[in-house]
């Protein structure tokens, strides 16, 4: 079974037409995934990336971007992967069916199977002198077996050679690894990986019968167990776990140097070795000790990598979570610079300060270089260029520059890259001063009756350029939002007002937002508003004054009802005080809340005394907090004069 990309399937009936309905409909592109990786392989003859699933017995084809463009399913446990020298053929190991797979490489298409007449393989798989090589056996005794596309199996003569191994004892331990290299394509890299064992051989397999170049016999002089073996392009030597160099020669193997310690590793045709160490690829050149380029991968399982042949690019398979996705990491050669710039963290304005920092590389800069300065504050919000400053031999920089502006001022140090090294920017911030301007508002602390309108002035001193003011109200309570009275210059004395309806007791600020010589200053005046009070005397029969005071006339057996109008607020109420007139003095005779309905009354009958000649009179009043409320000021009501006669 094999699938197709829709468009790729489409194209083919319906050419162009259809090709640009595709394109119309811009459908998201899916990155290569396997949820157990069986191989990678990079073909640079048709720009492909395959990569198997032992887990669903699939190949997924992918282009140079990582995106998945064909896949072909139904071949079984697909163990390891390997591409003919021109690219036309695809080689997958199969050991659950004991076979190679041989595929077309540009369609997928199953070309020939081979059986391999074993029931321990084969494991890896590479193509060397025109010959697909592979491994078998158990952990105690492997091998090495090759498959001949040339032969025809109608012929009567098998394809598939057993037992090729050139050293019959020790020979192979395990299902080793395998390694070819392009530069030297007679040439087979095997590294063992059975039992207690770092056994490893090169074998040249450019002639009829493989003939044994070099052999270690894994006694952990070298190696610690081996988990990936790579053929080194332009040196004699092997690459063991992505860290140990391993030169062979006169047969023998012997220790040649050794990068950071890392994981696994795939070296490319120009001798760049891509290493995975925890969840970073970093790429060395040929014997250095520091890389040229590093990656984060986001995951610390990183299954395997490999380089396109022009060594443009790395792809690796990187851990999910769920399975593994093929991400491509490009321009490996170009170097990450380290750029630091240290400025002081306050400054006085119009005073000199000295910038410092350093450029590095792990790769060695060109002499010369020059740093693009920029300094972004109040007087230049875009950036202003500075003087270029030059890196010194150790890397390290330094300028001075006199702030004109205070605030925050910014200092941006760039490096414009070049054809080995990306640009790189940094920068660091100095508060530098300002001075304090005068600011001040009238009538803070003033009580006013309600709804009286009071005029709020802000007065400004001298500032740099800015003379603009704002002027806002935040009348108490949650209902009523801040709100922007007025904004704009003052007048030729430094002065704006606005004015505010003191209905509830109100905060008023006016705000200076500064400018490049004198800081932001806000400052804040409470102007505080009584309620508003009335109370309405009824069922008296005459209004009638006592010496100088006008009383409410009540007959000794009539109820009196005082009937309250305060200004309405949610929950708010009235306090209703009592007092009696005795032997010429006011005592008083009771205090009580009694709740505002919405309409802002409220309504109180003073029972009938029963008695003639009682003098009394009553006062509402609000009290901030004890009326359930504090969004105004304590405000008394007048006092209302009652006579109770015959």
């Known amino acids: 079974m094999r699938s197709t990309s829709a468009a790729t399937a489409l194209a083919v009936l319906f050419s162009s037409v259809v090709l640009s309905a595709v394109a119309a409909g811009s459908a998201a592109a899916a990155a290569a995934t396997v949820s157990s990786p069986g191989g990678i392989v990079v073909d640079g003859a048709l720009g492909r990336v395959f990569v198997g699933d032992s887990a669903s017995g699939t190949v997924v084809a992918a282009d140079f971007s990582g995106t998945a463009v064909d896949s072909v399913n139904g071949l079984g446990t697909v163990s390891d992967l390997a591409v003919s020298d021109d690219g036309a053929t695809l080689y997958a190991a199969v050991p659950s069916s004991h076979e190679i797979v041989a595929l077309d490489a540009a369609t997928l298409d199953v070309k020939a199977r081979y059986t391999v007449a074993t029931d321990t393989g084969p494991r890896h798989v590479a193509f060397a002198g025109g010959k697909v090589w592979f491994t078998y056996g158990d952990q105690w005794d492997g091998d090495l077996g090759s498959v001949d596309p040339a032969v025809d199996p109608a012929s009567g003569t098998d394809p598939v050679t057993l037992g090729q191994f050139p050293q019959p004892y020790p020979g192979v331990w395990g299902q080793a690894l395998l390694d070819t290299d392009p530069n030297t394509p007679g040439l087979l890299a095997v590294g063992e990986t059975g039992l207690s064992t770092d056994s490893m051989a090169v074998v040249d397999v ?309 400018d490049a010589r004198f800081a932001p200053r806000t400052v804040k005046s409470t102007g505080y508003a009584r309620v508003r009070i009335s109370t309405a005397v009824s069922r008296h029969y005459k209004t009638a004054k006592i010496g100088s005071t006008t009383y409410y006339w009540f007959h000794k057996s009539t109820d009196p009802l005082l009937t309250t109008t305060m200004t309405y607020y949610p929950g708010r109420k009235q306090r209703f005080d009592l007092q009696v007139y005795y032997q010429g003095r006011w005592y008083s005779a009771d205090s009580e809340y009694f709740p505002l309905g919405t309409s802002g009354k409220s309504a109180v009958r003073l029972g009938a005394p029963g008695e003639s000649g009682i003098r009394a009179r009553m006062r509402s009043v609000y009290v901030n907090g004890s009326s359930g409320d504090t969004v105004n000021s304590t405000t008394y009501g007048a006092w209302k004069y009652l006579y109770f006669s015959n």
């Open 206 to 514: 450019s002639g009829g019968t493989p003939q044994l170049t070099a052999w270690y016999d894994g006694d952990y002089t070298l190696n610690d167990g081996i988990g990936d073996i790579d053929l080194v392009p332009g040196a004699p030597q092997v690459l063991v776990n992505g860290t140990q160099r391993d030169a062979y020669a006169d047969g023998k193997f012997t220790a040649a140097g050794a990068y950071p310690s890392g994981q696994r590793a795939d070296v490319s045709t120009s001798g760049l070795v891509a290493q995975v160490a925890g969840d970073k690829v970093a790429v060395y050149r040929a014997n250095a000790a520091q890389p040229v380029r590093t990656y984060t991968t986001s995951s610390s399982d990183t299954a395997d990598l490999a380089w396109a042949p022009d060594s443009s690019r790395i792809f690796a398979l990187v851990g999910t979570g769920s399975g593994y996705s093929l991400k491509v990491l490009t321009q490996p050669t170009v170097n990450n610079p380290t750029l630091t710039v240290n400025a002081p963290s306050t400054a006085t304005r119009a005073k000199q300060l000295t910038v410092t920092g350093k450029l590095s590389a792990t790769v060695p800069l060109p002499s010369g270089v020059k740093l693009a300065v920029t300094r972004t504050d109040l007087e230049s919000p875009s950036g202003k260029a500075l003087t270029p400053v030059a890196v010194k031999a150790d890397g390290t920089y330094s300028f001075t520059d006199t702030p004109p502006a205070g605030g925050t001022v910014t200092y941006k140090v760039t490096y414009a890259g070049d054809a080995e090294h990306f640009a790189v920017t940094a920068s660091d911030k100095v508060a530098v001063s300002r001075a304090t301007p005068t600011l001040t508002l009238n009538n803070n602390g003033k009580l006013y009756n309600y709804g009286t309108d009071v005029t709020f002035t802000a007065h400004l001193g001298s500032t740099y350029k800015n003379r603009t003011v704002e002027i806002w109200a935040d009348p108490f309570g949650g209902d009523k939002p801040k709100k922007l009275l007025k904004t704009g210059k003052v007048n030729s004395s430094g002065n704006i007002s606005a004015i505010v309806d003191m209905t509830r007791d109100t905060a008023v600020t006016a705000v200076f937002k500064g």
